[in-house]
């Protein structure tokens, strides 16, 4: 059960990574969110004019984060369920966030929250069985 837990942790770690990755170079290289078909009014009830530091914030929260966890789990660190479960705050908090100042929810939303729920419970569900 724990190495199906740990493919699951890396399987959605590596689809938040990677997506964020690719968002943020986006995001980074054309503030405008135009190269995404985003438009700058989406933004008018956050505290940002462009894309910009919300690229370089998704950037390190989701993308380098991700795979940082993902080696964690390779590398079997004492403590690496809890980076899993602090990964999928960090997502579900971005998700929460990013909803809230764009008013609006979109599919992509709902699937990244549940993968954000998932990977804390795989997280909590590796941490018990590892200190048990």
């Avoid at 009830?45 to 462009?50: A, M």
């Amino acid at each position: 059960m724990l190495v199906v837990l740990r493919m699951l942790s890396i399987l959605l770690l590596l689809f938040n990574g990677i997506g964020a990755l690719y968002g943020s170079f986006k995001f980074i290289t054309d503030p405008s969110g135009a190269s995404l078909g985003m438009t700058l009014s989406l933004l008018e009830h956050s505290p940002f004019i462009n894309y910009l530091i919300p690229g370089i914030i998704l950037l390190i929260a989701n993308g380098i984060l991700s795979f940082v966890v993902i080696a964690l789990i390779l590398f079997k660190t004492n403590f690496y369920s809890l980076a899993i479960i602090a990964e999928g705050c960090i997502l579900f908090g971005w998700i929460t966030i990013q909803v809230i100042m764009l008013r609006t929810v979109a599919s992509l939303h709902i699937i990244l929250w549940t993968f954000a729920v998932l990977l804390i419970l795989s997280g909590v569900v590796l941490n018990r069985k590892l200190f048990l």
